[in-house]
Nanobody, 114 residues
């Protein structure tokens, strides 16, 4: 079992920045890919970005160039730096890790509004 605790969400104006953090505990030795997903009201959950254990990254087209995913294997943590935020980035953001099965965090709300 892997437990994930997310932090860093909040309310920000368009054009602003936020940094999300996700800390893993438990069977962390089995973690391979870590990533962030989001779900807006009335929409399906979608991939935002992923990072492999070796550091290879993948981004959704809608966030490429604005968001940066990173991980600290020593701290068993993954981060999402979000810049130039837009109202359409408003969603609940979830951390997910692959450790055999998938494990999900509880989600953190990001609201982009003036």
């Amino acid at each position: 079992q892997v437990r994930l605790v997310e932090s860093g969400g909040g309310l920000v104006q368009p054009g602003g920045s936020l940094r999300l953090s996700c800390a893993a505990s438990g069977s962390v030795f089995s973690i391979s890919t870590m990533g962030w997903y989001r779900q807006a009201p009335g929409k399906q959950r979608e991939l935002v970005a992923t990072v492999t254990k070796s550091g290879s990254t993948n981004y959704a087209r809608s966030v490429k160039g604005r968001f940066t995913i990173s991980r600290d294997n020593g701290k068993n943590a993954v981060y999402l730096q979000m810049n130039s935020l837009k109202p359409e980035d408003t969603a609940v953001y979830y951390c997910k890790v692959v450790a055999g099965p998938n494990f999900w965090g509880q989600g953190t709300q990001v609201t982009v509004s003036s």
